[in-house]
Nanobody, 125 residues
């Protein structure tokens, strides 16, 4: 079965850290570009970060630059999102998504055709 499964979400205090994982099954992640997206209550889903399949180039939305780091471990068929210095406004459901090859617009939702079910991240004291 072809699927993506996210994990690693939870409740964390402001300033804390979480590492999200996106594990692929049924296909080889190495040949796919992967994006992380978030959706807060009452808001549209938006791109957070992405990593290219071809050259490993990474992309970040301005609000997370310097705080979040995306990486991939092809041997484990997994992409990670390290989230540091978390803020209450980072609270959302985080989804990973995959698209074969290189994405033209890495942080655009419409580029991706395989999605996970999401993991909840809550930043609160």
């Amino acid at each position: 079965q072809v699927q993506l499964v996210e994990s690693g979400g939870g409740l964390v205090q402001p300033g804390g850290s979480l590492r999200l994982s996106c594990v692929a099954s049924g296909f080889t992640l190495e040949s796919y570009s992967i994006g992380w997206f978030c959706q807060a209550p009452g808001k549209e889903r938006e791109g957070v970060s992405a990593i290219s399949s071809s050259n490993g180039r990474t992309y970040y939305v301005d609000s997370v630059k310097g705080r979040f780091t995306i990486s991939r471990d092809n041997a484990k068929n997994t992409v990670y999102l390290q989230m540091n210095s978390l803020k209450p406004e980072d609270t959302a459901v985080y989804y990973c998504a995959a698209v074969p090859g290189t994405s033209v617009m890495p942080l655009a939702i419409y580029e991706y055709d395989l999605w996970g079910r999401g993991t909840q991240v809550t930043v609160s004291s």
